[in-house]
């Protein structure tokens, strides 16, 4: 049995974290679990460890294990460890016929990993994907908060050398899209 | 081009930060309703207009209205399913990025019409960046005086909120939805007691899609009149089409209903047609869940009439001969495409997808992805096809929400449609067979792609 | 009081009764199966499909017919509806496929699980099921984990019924088990290594339908057909003390709470009755069990006989006159008595 780890809010995650609880009639705080899970993967590394989970329990003064069962049932979080950056390549119907697999796979190569694996530097993680709403601008892949549509090989091998080289993670919460053009 | 209601402003430069919106003749229709109708009047004119649900069902709007029920002291909501997840379907990302004050008008209106106070909207997860467009519009309409206390100094109040989903499919199903909202598992509930009567925290609740409550702002300005001389039959006003897949022009297209199908593909004020030359082979004319249709079967209906973009023409024939219009997440696949790989990613989609409630569509939608995988490599036997049309025959309206008919609907399409296809692929499988694949297939659950 | 018609015979209920509930009253062969509704857990059914009906007529109000089968533990009975559950092919065809397809990821454990000879789904496989499976993929598996030291949860056979997390909600102070993840990967888990330790966790062996949630105390004892079900009680001061004792000879091997004939519990007991206490000496012994649940189990196999052949004889009795009894897979089909 590891040693327990107890995790916390930092002061400005519980500051939004309250403005989120504020949202919901009295008594249904419990509203606020999937934005606050949220708040705490981008905190956390971008995973929920049972920690990190723990944590939201307490804040949300709810049993930790309505929090597993929350967390496990939504494909957005991630309950192991990732790289800094997960490229979710939508694999479904159109980005699918317009040629999803070999982006996907081109990925596979320049990183030297599989999908649902991570690079040894802890940089990139591929995750193919269901339907992501781009279907017109396919194929296309999410990062973070940011879309990037219409991928061709050229597009994908920019975008990762400029993630690798800025060596920042990305996470839902923020958007800053790396300019492809 | 036919009439545009929902996306006319669309190309102007700012049009989704308030003041360009405001001089654009935005937020008229919170004036007129909360200063010259009473909520019930608001209702009517939905009623008159014919609007049906744009989500997807196409239940008509005004009618689902007027089934909430009002209990003295009990809040009511108004909840607005952004959760766009079905596949070919993007028009709500468009409209909520391009124009987001366009829904929080419409929002606003819709509000008073229910007598709703307090109401959210529900985003999918992954539209993270959308959320926060949304909520910068929602901050400058606090601003503007269109939102909280006392608006335009009339005695309705209303707050309104964004609440992000975390990636589930199922999520769009209603009931899904407002187990989310309250922070649990998707899982929907059982029915009855419908929404309406008891849903958000156990109160009567009104969720309805996007586009439906844009679609509200035209019809409380021009009247609901006007909205229904647009269309034909009980198919009124407009549509928002994504068109996607083989097509020289992907993208979003606001359709005034009745438009001939044919046009809609080849015009080029609309798809433009098939790319690189090649020939049309199927459409999936409303997002993945409903049926895929042959292209002799999509241009014209199995009587010989042109098919229109409209709920009956495309509805007619059944699933013998039809589809639906649904989401109008329109998918066109050129003649190079592979029927069974298709058919392949959408089942992959539904096993995902599913939120493992109830037992048919649990183990069926997973049953018959692994069927569909194993044709794909090569293992194919004749038997399975009927065996794929046992099973979804088998989740088709044993299950508690659609998601079984949305699984079992595109399964019994591809082997009504495309049979011969299938035993092609089935019998010539000699040469894709891939024994690493299917060896994988027994070590891992899912596969790579 | 509501009037429902189930497969030809009428009743009048309660207002707020559903359909299974009727189907109780009336009793006998028409009762639709139930795998995870429990009267005595709110918000339970609805999942498993078994239970699907038709409903030819909704009311008199309004008789047009449901368009799809309905989850009769969970559709409250309308004035005037009308149900068909053994009479319709349609609906014997459904809930086939519903079976083959619980069975679908279900593993062939029967030869060496604890619950077989009281397992309900052995008994709906029995009169649904197909001699082979069609599904020829490697069966979804789980770690074989604990709960608590008196609890084992083998996760490969549960069908996700919900029982055991609403027992655990809605009879235990806080609960530390739940459903982890989405879909066919669903499993019932406390996440991490969490016993569950309160007074009562020890119910949730009795709700589980098949042999997914096991006593530990009992595992690989005897096959359940060798034991003698005793009614005893005692005094006890947590729970009503009532249970029922399984003996071999002069052993009580386990300890389970009384069940009805649908198998559900008359009363909750604690951990204590039914883990703690297995000598004679700690019980009063009221008597044999009356089984009434076409099974296996049976103090006295002629008294099942007779009970059988009165229930037949009143079934007869109820039907309009001249209607014909279609040849049925259960207990009205004089083929069937052989299952004993």
């Not at chain 2, 029915?191 to 899609?209: E, R």
């Not at chain 3, 509806?81 to 053994?86: G, L, S």
């Not at chain 3, 003996?247 to 009580?252: N, P, T």
Request: net charge negative; aromatic share 8%; hydrophobic share 35%.
């Amino acid at each position: 049995m590891s040693e327990k780890i107890t995790l916390e809010f930092s002061p400005e995650t519980t500051e939004v974290a309250k403005k989120i609880v504020a949202r919901y009639p009295e008594g249904k705080h419990k509203s606020a679990l999937i934005p606050v899970l949220h708040l705490a993967q981008a905190e956390f590394d971008g995973w929920l460890s049972v920690p990190a989970m723990d944590c939201v329990a307490r804040f949300l003064n709810i049993t930790p294990i309505e929090v597993y069962e929350v967390a496990s049932f939504y494909s957005m979080f991630n309950l192991k460890p990732v790289g800094k950056c997960v490229i979710e390549v939508c694999r479904t119907s159109s980005c699918w016929l317009n040629g999803a697999e070999d982006v996907a796979r081109h990925m596979e190569k320049k990183l030297g990993i599989k999908n649902g694996q991570t690079t040894a530097d802890g940089m990139f993680t591929i995750k193919t994907v269901e339907c992501l709403g781009s279907c017109g601008t396919a194929p296309m892949a999410q990062i973070g908060g940011d879309y990037y549509e219409n991928l061709t090989m050229d597009k994908v091998d920019k975008l990762l050398d400029t993630l690798q080289a800025q060596g920042q993670p990305r996470y839902y919460t923020k958007d800053n899209p790396v300019n492809l053009d | 081009m036919g009439k545009k209601l929902l996306l006319a402003n669309d190309h102007i430069e700012g049009i989704r930060y308030f003041d360009v919106y405001r001089k654009n003749g935005g937020y008229a229709s919170v004036e007129k309703a909360l200063k010259t109708m009473t909520p019930e009047q608001v209702v009517e004119e939905v009623k008159a207009s014919g609007l049906r649900g744009r989500g997807g069902a196409g239940f008509p709007t005004g009618m689902k209205w007027s089934f909430l029920a009002k209990p003295e002291g009990v809040p009511r909501y108004l909840v607005c399913n952004a959760d766009e997840s079905e596949p070919g379907t993007f028009k709500d990302r468009y409209l909520m990025s391009r124009i987001p004050h366009l829904l929080i008008e419409g929002m606003i209106t819709s509000s008073y019409a229910l007598g709703a106070n307090t109401s959210y909207i529900y985003i999918r997860g992954e539209y993270f960046y959308v959320a926060r467009i949304l909520e910068q519009a929602i901050d400058e309409a606090y601003k503007a005086g269109y939102l909280g206390k006392n608006i335009l100094g009339t005695n309705y109040s209303l707050d309104l909120y964004v609440q992000v989903g975390a990636g589930a499919y199922i999520c769009g199903e209603e009931t899904a939805l407002l187990e989310s909202l309250e922070g649990k598992r998707g899982n929907p509930r059982i029915k009855p007691p419908f929404p309406a009567v008891a849903g958000l925290y156990g109160c009567p609740t009104v969720v309805n899609n996007v586009e439906s409550i844009a679609a509200v702002v035209p019809i409380v300005n021009d009247g609901g009149a006007a909205y229904a001389e647009i269309g034909v039959g009980n198919s009124k006003g407009t549509k928002l089409i994504s068109a996607s897949g083989h097509i020289n022009k992907p993208g979003v297209y606001e359709i005034e209903l009745g438009l001939p199908v044919e046009e809609f593909i080849y015009s080029d004020e609309y798809c433009g047609g098939i790319r690189n030359g090649k020939k049309m082979k199927a459409v999936v004319a409303g997002g993945s869940s409903v049926p895929i249709l042959p292209t002799e079967l999509i241009l014209k209906t199995a009587a010989g009439e042109p098919r229109l973009m409209s709920y009956e023409s495309l509805g007619d024939g059944g699933f013998q001969t039809g589809t639906m219009l649904g989401s109008g997440g329109f998918i066109v696949m050129d003649e190079d495409t592979s029927i069974v790989k298709n058919l392949y990613t959408f089942a992959r989609f539904y096993h995902h997808e599913s939120c493992g409630q109830c037992s048919p569509c649990r183990e069926g939608t997973g049953w018959m992805e692994k069927i569909l995988h194993k044709i794909l490599h090569g293992h194919g036997t004749l038997e399975d096809i009927d065996l794929l049309w046992d099973i979804q025959s088998k989740i088709e309206g044993k299950t508690i929400c659609p998601l079984g008919e949305a699984a079992s609907w595109p399964v019994a399409a591809a082997i009504r449609h495309f049979r011969k296809e299938f035993e092609d692929f089935i019998r010539n499988g000699e040469h894709v067979k891939d024994v690493k694949h299917y060896y994988r297939l027994h070590n891992l659950p899912e596969p790579t792609f | 009081m509501p009037k429902v018609t189930i497969d030809g015979i009428s009743i009048d209920v309660p207002d707020g009764t559903t359909i299974l509930q009727a189907a109780r009253m009336i009793g006998g062969d028409i009762v639709p199966p139930a795998m995870c509704y429990y009267s005595k857990l709110k918000t339970s059914g609805g999942y498993c499909r078994t239970c699907l009906v038709k409903v030819s007529k909704g009311s008199e109000r309004d008789p047009r017919p449901m368009p799809k089968p309905v989850a009769s533990c969970r559709t409250t009975v309308m004035d005037g509806m009308e149900v068909q559950n053994v009479t319709s092919p349609e609906i014997i065809e459904a809930r086939a496929g519903v079976v083959e397809i619980l069975l679908a990821n279900h593993p062939l454990d029967c030869p060496v699980c604890d619950q077989a000879g009281e397992c309900h789904l052995q008994d709906l496989a029995y009169e649904h099921g197909k001699a082979k499976t069609r599904y020829d993929f490697p069966r979804r598996e789980f770690a074989r984990i604990d709960i608590g030291d008196k609890i084992q949860l083998h996760m490969n056979r549960c069908i996700l019924c919900y029982r055991c997390v609403k027992t655990a909600d809605q009879i235990t102070d806080g609960r530390v088990h739940g459903v982890i993840n989405r879909g066919d990967a669903a499993e019932i888990s406390t996440y991490i290594e969490n016993a569950i330790d309160n007074d009562f966790s020890g119910n949730v062996i009795d709700v589980c339908p098949v042999g997914a949630l096991t006593d530990k105390t009992f595992r690989f004892k005897s096959r359940v057909w060798f034991t003698k079900p005793v009614d005893a009680h005692r005094d006890c001061p947590t729970c009503s003390g009532k249970v029922r004792l399984w003996y071999k000879g002069e052993e009580v091997l386990r300890v389970t709470a009384r069940k009805d004939q649908y198998g559900e519990v008359e009363d909750w007991i604690c951990n204590s009755c039914r883990f703690d206490h297995k000598n004679t000496a700690d019980w009063t012994i009221e008597g044999p069990t009356k089984v009434d649940r076409h099974s296996v189990i049976s103090a006295n196999h002629y008294d099942d006989l007779k009970v059988l052949k009165a229930t037949i004889d009143r079934q007869r009795a109820a039907l309009p006159h001249g209607h014909k009894v279609e040849a049925g897979h259960g207990a009205l089909n004089p083929n069937n008595s052989e299952k004993h």
